[in-house]
Each structure stands twice: as structure tokens, then as C-alpha cells.
């Protein structure tokens, strides 16, 4: 019901400025949806292989492989996977009209991942070049596997409580 002047109530005022919340809020899940379920695996297996293959590269020795086999496999794990991302990223914004992003996370979740994951990635590789001990290239690839899939997790929830949130919009 409008007023006499033809403007909206201070109810309807309200309500319009929370439908409009909700639907902000939802754009920012959707954009934040986990990326699709193929390339969480390929992320979470390049997450997981490459500390071993970076170690083999920088071994002081050779280990297991030859070192220019490391690094060939390393360089080729690398140029996969970012193909695989431009795929994925091409295909997810056509389906759903909006990029993946990171921004629309907490920071204290995020900072930790950017910082944490490439001292994870390379200082494993470094320890294991000065001790010559794999464990630690195993415990890298161990816990960039849990980081990824909890990171996948994450998103899903987020993902979901931005739907709820736009289908109570609707």
C-alpha cells in the first residue's frame, strides 16, 4: 500500500531494502560457488603431486627419477593445471555469469591459504633437499590435500547459505 504522495510505506521501504540484502548477498555466494567438481579433484591432485615433483627437481641428489625428469614433470603438472583453470574458469562464468572469486571470503581464511600454500609448496621441497628425508615432501602434499578440500567444503557452504538467502529474496 502506497501513501498519498504515491511512496512507499516505511514497511514496504524496509522490505524492499532486504530483498535487495539478500539479493546482494546471494551474488556474492554464486560468485564464490565452488569451482566444478572435476577440477576440485585436478586442484587437489596438483596440490598434492607437486611438492614430490618440485622435491625430485631440487633433490641434491637423484631421487627416484633422474633430475631433468623431475623438472620436466614439474613444468608439465604446472602448464596442465593452469590450463585446466582457464577451462574451468571460462566454463563457470558462462554457466553462471560471474567469475570465481576469493574476495567474497573472510580474509582470515583466505590470507592464510595464499601466504600458506606456496611456503608449503617450496619450503618442503627446500627442507627435503637439506635433510634428504621425503617425509617432508609427503607431509606437504598431505596437508595441501586437506587445505584444498577444505577449502572446496567452504565454498559449498557458502554457496548454499547465499541460495537460501536468495530463494527467501524471491
Keep these: 500500500m502506497e501513501t498519498e504522495g504515491g511512496r512507499p510505506t516505511p514497511e514496504q521501504a524496509r522490505a524492499a531494502l532486504a530483498a535487495v540484502e539478500h539479493l546482494r548477498a546471494s551474488g556474492a555466494a554464486l560468485s564464490a560457488?565452488?569451482?566444478?567438481?572435476?577440477?576440485?579433484?585436478?586442484?587437489?591432485?596438483?596440490?598434492?603431486?607437486l611438492p614430490i615433483c618440485v622435491g625430485g627437481a631440487v633433490a641434491d641428489r637423484e631421487w627416484l627419477l633422474p633430475r631433468p625428469a623431475w623438472l620436466g614433470l614439474t613444468v608439465a603438472v604446472i602448464a596442465v593445471q593452469a590450463a585446466l583453470q582457464a577451462v574451468a574458469s571460462k566454463a563457470w562464468r558462462e554457466r553462471t555469469g560471474v567469475a570465481l572469486r576469493l574476495d567474497v571470503l573472510p580474509k582470515s581464511a583466505v590470507v592464510p591459504i595464499v601466504v600458506g600454500l606456496p611456503?608449503?609448496?617450496?619450503?618442503?621441497?627446500?627442507?627435503?633437499?637439506?635433510?634428504?628425508?621425503?617425509?617432508?615432501?609427503?607431509?606437504?602434499?598431505?596437508?595441501?590435500?586437506?587445505?584444498?578440500?577444505?577449502?572446496?567444503?567452504?565454498?559449498?557452504?557458502?554457496?548454499?547459505?547465499?541460495?537460501?538467502?536468495?530463494?527467501?529474496?524471491?
Design 33 to 49: 560457488t565452488p569451482w566444478p567438481t572435476w577440477f576440485f579433484v585436478a586442484l587437489t591432485l596438483y596440490i598434492g603431486v
Design 119 to 170: 611456503v608449503l609448496m617450496v619450503g618442503a621441497p627446500v627442507v627435503f633437499r637439506g635433510t634428504g628425508r621425503p617425509e617432508w615432501l609427503i607431509a606437504a602434499s598431505l596437508i595441501g590435500v586437506a587445505v584444498s578440500v577444505g577449502c572446496h567444503l567452504a565454498f559449498v557452504r557458502l554457496h548454499r547459505a547465499g541460495g537460501e538467502a536468495a530463494e527467501g529474496a524471491i
